[in-house]
């Protein structure tokens, strides 16, 4: 594996500098992930896998764990009023609900875990999808599926996604660096 490129949306979610990759950060959600991802893209080029790394909330991992995601739906997409399935972007043939990267070579921890993204930061006990819910994940899958470029995302579970996912999050943001770093990327010969 090289030449990757490492896609974060903070850097207080991860802020380690290696030279043997590229780091991009673009901001929260899923507009700024696409347009930050895109426009690396059109002025460098395409990198051989691109790595999403950032923190994620769940009810089904436990907090403290690093996962990999591989499928990922888009959970705030709801147009069944038009008679379309929850998470379908409507209109879209060439594109399912649910986008699967499950192929990744080379995967550390090959556990295939799905994330749902949105535009909102749960804090609730319903509503959720997945097994895991992120900001940017599907819109970073959906333009590395244009463009034709492998793609696996790993997320430091942070939070319960329940009432006190913000101060959970605060707490635990630095924690998954460190393993991110010793489980991927000194895996990958990365750092």
């Not at 594996?1 to 974060?8: A, D, H, T, W, Y």
């Not at 790595?51 to 147009?79: E, H, I, P, W």
């Not at 399912?96 to 749960?122: H, M, R, V, W, Y």
């Not at 992120?134 to 939070?159: G, N």
Request: hydrophobic share 40%.
């Amino acid at each position: 594996m090289n030449n990757p490129l490492v896609v974060c949306a903070l850097k207080d979610e991860f802020s380690i500098k290696g030279s043997n990759y590229d780091l991009l950060y673009t901001g929260v959600g899923k507009v700024n992930a696409a347009i930050h991802l895109t426009e690396y893209l059109l002025k460098k080029g395409r990198p051989e896998y691109i790595v999403n790394y950032g923190t994620a909330g769940s009810k089904k991992v436990k907090v403290g764990s690093l996962v990999d995601c591989t499928k990922f739906v888009q959970r705030d997409m709801d147009v069944s009023g038009l008679g379309f399935e929850k998470y379908e972007t409507p209109f879209e043939d060439d594109i399912s609900k649910k986008i699967d990267f499950s192929a990744f070579e080379n995967n550390p921890l090959n556990q295939l875990l799905t994330c749902a993204t949105g535009d909102s930061f749960i804090a609730t006990t319903g509503g959720h999808v997945g097994d895991v819910v992120d900001m940017e994940s599907y819109a970073l899958a959906k333009v590395c599926l244009k463009f034709d470029i492998s793609f696996i995302a790993f997320k430091y579970i942070s939070d319960s996604a329940d009432k006190d996912a913000s101060i959970d999050w605060v707490e635990n943001l630095k924690k998954g660096q460190k393993l991110f770093k010793k489980s991927v990327l000194e895996v990958w010969n990365l750092f």
